[in-house]
């Protein structure tokens, strides 16, 4: 610099200090350096993870057997019952129509969906913090939320979630964000337009995006409403163009329905994640009050206090040893730092991070306050930082929001690794791009190298535990597109007889009907037997939506060829097996008692006393029947992924 420049501004200053971790590599080649080693990174994890996503019995069944139904003449909402929105089973049957029906078109889409997930996310925390952070936080949805497994059971990933809902209605949301957050300085027609469309389609998907995505954006309107330098025409019209877009999927939808659906019907079906949450109570039983956190309240409230004051001591201490290094000579700080470094990945690969969960709320709400203080005092230096203080309080709400199921409860695992994505993504922003300002500039780049570190050992502990269940998986069930891994028959009893039944389903005559109970509507689809009854599963959830006499009545008017009885927890909701208790299940297994008998035993007896087996029930002398007399097929053999 020479006597004549002028002297660098304090947010020029910042800025330096911000970049100066990458400073050998110029802006844009740092930009292009990022994208690929994110794509190679997204590559290596597909590959380490393929086709071991979903569960061999629960759950994701519903996602390939839905699409397959309305690909053969089914009608969502008629002929196939569904608690959620319409919006991701219309769209996979567009793609089974469009590339096959078979796992392997799901994937492939589901891979870009993820990939398209990561974009936003890093073009969202680029635009509410920097790059840097941007990027980070990349590398952290893709090793801890989009491939990995932290439970015994699958499906709670981005490739074969056990609810498309979710992860289109996630990836939907942040593209609203990113447009509302655009449209807090630029509101042009195009962009609020876009906002409102991404709003409507998140109607179309599941209650708790929903739940985070309405109130994100009547936030968005009072920010935009109350700091916009536009006449009061222009505002409204910008408040217009988002409301006009909201409208524009749902109508879409409900006349597509309506095709086949009287308009009630299709407009109901249309905003199912609405009308059902309404009319029925579903949330009421053990399970749902465990997965919230309500069952002991007081000891989540205080769980979730110590964590976040343990997040908050632990992010103190990284800026206090920064700000230590930062004062020791500069010959010293490279050995130091090192040291400090290795010290602190040890330290944090150590720690529980499934526990980080229950901070996440607390920790993700005191940064939200911080920026909308800093958003609505105008003590922010510039327009660029009050754009990054709205996005952030979008990103931050929106987060908040979404933990709602999970509220006292929250985790990164199991439900968390959609529900506790966003405020996650915003505490990593909080700490990377808030948190240093409360250090000198020349502690700065220290305490966010730290941070990095302790994310660093944070992402292998995840991946060493993800691992430790994927190594396991050696059994390749289902033919061809349709394959997938589950755990070899020594460790998962399921993996010893569900082989069996797929292939016993599989010598059925074409045209014989199956109905699972109560769960496994995934053997229906690999066998391509229909089931008679409209209802995916017949568990605790599905029983509180739609009612047993309902149910009952269904399988009365259209009886199955054959039932398949599974065995399948239900202590989570409180209640016994299914058919023991009056409270679930027990008219259907009366009326099963009077007209079928048991053809086949595999294993145990099913839904007796917890140990896992499969009953096939028969009419006695139907076609089916005679199916059972011939020997039992050969179980599949182990294969090495």
């Known amino acids: 610099m020479t006597m004549d420049s002028p002297k660098p501004t304090t947010q020029e200053r910042e800025t330096r200090s911000r970049r100066c971790l990458f400073a050998f590599l110029p802006r844009q080649r740092r930009t292009l350096q990022a994208v690929p080693c994110l794509a190679i990174l997204f590559a290596a994890l597909a590959n380490w993870s393929w086709r071991k996503w979903p569960d061999v019995l629960i759950d994701f069944g519903q996602q390939l057997y839905i699409p397959w139904r309305l690909c053969e003449g089914d009608v969502l909402f008629r002929d196939i019952h569904h608690i959620y929105g319409p919006f991701s089973q219309l769209f996979n049957?567009?793609?089974?129509?469009?590339?096959?029906?078979?796992?392997?078109?799901?994937?492939?889409?589901?891979?870009?969906?993820?990939a398209l997930t990561a974009i936003l996310l890093y073009q969202l925390l680029s635009r509410a913090a920097d790059r840097l952070t941007a990027e980070a936080g990349t590398v952290l949805f893709l090793t801890v939320f989009a491939f990995s497994q932290y439970v015994p059971n699958g499906n709670y990933n981005f490739i074969a979630p056990y609810a498309h809902e979710l992860t289109h209605g996630l990836a939907v949301s942040l593209g609203m964000l990113l447009l509302l957050a655009a449209a807090l300085r630029h509101p042009n027609p195009a962009v609020c337009l876009?906002?409102?469309?991404?709003?409507g389609i998140t109607?179309?998907?599941?209650?708790?995006?929903?739940?985070?995505?309405?109130?994100?954006?009547?936030?968005?309107?009072?920010?935009?409403?109350?700091?916009?330098?536009?006449?009061?025409?222009?505002?409204?019209?910008?408040?217009?163009?988002?409301?006009?877009?909201?409208?524009?999927?749902?109508?879409?939808?409900?006349?597509?329905?309506?095709?086949?659906?009287?308009?009630?019907?299709?407009?109901?079906?249309?905003?199912?994640?609405?009308?059902?949450?309404?009319?029925?109570?579903?949330?009421?039983?053990?399970?749902?009050?465990?997965?919230?956190?309500?069952?002991?309240?007081?000891?989540?409230?205080?769980?979730?206090?110590?964590?976040?004051?343990?997040?908050?001591?632990?992010?103190?201490?990284l800026g206090a040893t920064a700000w230590l290094l930062s004062r020791t000579e500069r010959k010293w700080r490279p050995t130091l730092s090192v040291l400090g470094g290795s010290t602190i990945a040890v330290l944090a690969y150590r720690l529980h991070w499934?526990?980080?969960?229950?901070?996440?709320?607390?920790?993700?709400?005191?940064?939200?306050?911080?920026?909308?203080?800093?958003?609505?005092?105008?003590?922010?230096?510039?327009?660029?930082?009050?754009?990054?203080?709205?996005?952030?309080?979008?990103?931050?709400?929106?987060?908040?929001?979404?933990?709602?199921?999970?509220?006292?409860?929250?985790?990164?695992?199991?439900?968390g690794f959609v529900l506790a994505l966003p405020a996650t993504m915003a505490v990593w922003a909080g700490c990377t791009h808030l948190a240093p300002n409360a250090l000198p500039m020349t502690a700065r780049p220290l305490f966010r190298a730290l941070l990095i570190g302790a994310l660093a050992a944070c992402c292998s502990k995840h991946l060493y535990t993800a691992n430790s269940f994927y190594q396991n998986k050696t059994l390749s069930i289902g033919n061809e597109g349709d394959s997938f891994y589950t755990y070899g028959a020594g460790m998962d009893a399921r993996s010893v007889h569900m082989p069996t039944c797929l292939a016993r389903l599989r010598q059925l005559p074409e045209g014989t009907t199956v109905l699972m109970l109560p769960d496994g509507i995934l053997y229906n689809y690999l066998s391509r037997r229909r089931s008679p009854s409209p209802h995916m599963n017949f568990m605790m959830t599905e029983v509180l939506a739609f009612?047993?006499?309902?149910?009952?009545?269904?399988?009365?008017?259209?009886?199955?060829?054959?039932?398949?009885?599974?065995?399948?927890?239900?202590?989570?909701?409180?209640?016994?097996?299914?058919?023991?208790?009056?409270?679930?299940?027990?008219?259907?297994m009366?009326?099963?008692?009077?007209?079928?008998?048991?053809?086949?035993?595999?294993?145990?007896?099913?839904?007796?006393?917890?140990?896992?087996?499969?009953?096939?029930?028969?009419?006695?002398?139907?076609?089916?029947?005679a199916v059972f007399e011939r020997p039992p097929p050969t179980p599949v053999q182990p294969s090495s992924p």
């Open 203 to 317: 109607l179309l998907t599941k209650a708790e995006i929903v739940l985070a995505s309405v109130p994100t954006a009547g936030l968005w309107a009072i920010m935009f409403t109350t700091t916009s330098g536009l006449p009061w025409k222009g505002r409204l019209r910008a408040l217009l163009l988002v409301a006009g877009g909201t409208v524009a999927p749902v109508m879409i939808v409900v006349l597509y329905l309506s095709q086949a659906l009287p308009l009630g019907d299709a407009a109901r079906g249309a905003l199912n994640t609405v009308f059902l949450p309404l009319t029925r109570d579903i949330t009421s039983n053990a399970f749902h009050q465990w997965n919230m956190g309500t069952d002991q309240t007081v000891p989540n409230l205080i769980r979730a206090c110590t964590r976040s004051l343990f997040v908050t001591g632990v992010v103190s201490a």
């Open 354 to 415: 499934n526990q980080f969960g229950h901070a996440v709320g607390l920790v993700c709400a005191g940064c939200a306050a911080f920026s909308a203080y800093t958003f609505w005092s105008g003590k922010s230096s510039s327009p660029d930082v009050r754009q990054k203080h709205g996005a952030f309080l979008l990103l931050a709400v929106f987060g908040l929001f979404l933990l709602t199921k999970i509220a006292l409860n929250t985790r990164l695992f199991h439900y």
């Open 194 to 199: 876009s906002a409102g469309l991404c709003l």
């Open 93 to 114: 049957a567009g793609v089974f129509r469009l590339f096959g029906v078979s796992f392997s078109s799901l994937i492939a889409v589901n891979l870009a969906w993820t």
């Open 547 to 588: 009612g047993e006499d309902r149910m009952l009545g269904e399988l009365q008017q259209d009886p199955p060829d054959v039932v398949v009885l599974v065995q399948r927890r239900t202590d989570g909701f409180g209640v016994p097996p299914f058919g023991t208790d009056s409270r679930y299940g027990k008219q259907i």
């Open 590 to 625: 009366d009326w099963l008692r009077e007209r079928y008998e048991c053809a086949q035993l595999l294993g145990h007896q099913p839904l007796v006393d917890g140990r896992f087996g499969v009953a096939f029930l028969v009419q006695p002398g139907s076609a089916a029947a």
